[in-house]
């Protein structure tokens, strides 16, 4: 047998053992990352403000918001980053399925976002802030368009509950 599987049985005869005895200070290194990580990623979340015409329905979430383009409908028109697009009345007398002024609205943001390489736009996510009374196939129409912009994120803001 080798000299090394010798001394082994006998450490242990005599109760005494190989390993080491446990870190505290590793095991306080840890802890303290973990705090600082958790104190700084609470507030990375972003803030949407509806206008207050428009009330949010209510629903659970899970995550923050993160920053993309928002799209506001309210009863009288949509809004792609504040600014008026298209009239709500024509939105849904509309037979078509998408909206071309809203895909091309959204598609100038993207081009002056990758232009500037702006993150807001590059990340091709919409955030769609949308009054509760406005009708299922306006929110179609909406998500379409934006799809077809390129725009393949998007999100709904919502009242936390």
Known sequence: MSMAIIQRRRARKLGKSDSAGMMLTSLMDIFIVLVLYLLVSQGTGVEIDPPEHVMLPMSGVDTAPRQSVVIVLSGVDVRIQGQPVVSMAEVVASDELEIVPIRQAIERIKADAERRQDQAGVHTEVTI????????KVLKKIMLSSSNAGYGKISFAVHQL
């Open 129 to 136: 802030v949308a009054d509760q009374s406005v009708p299922f």
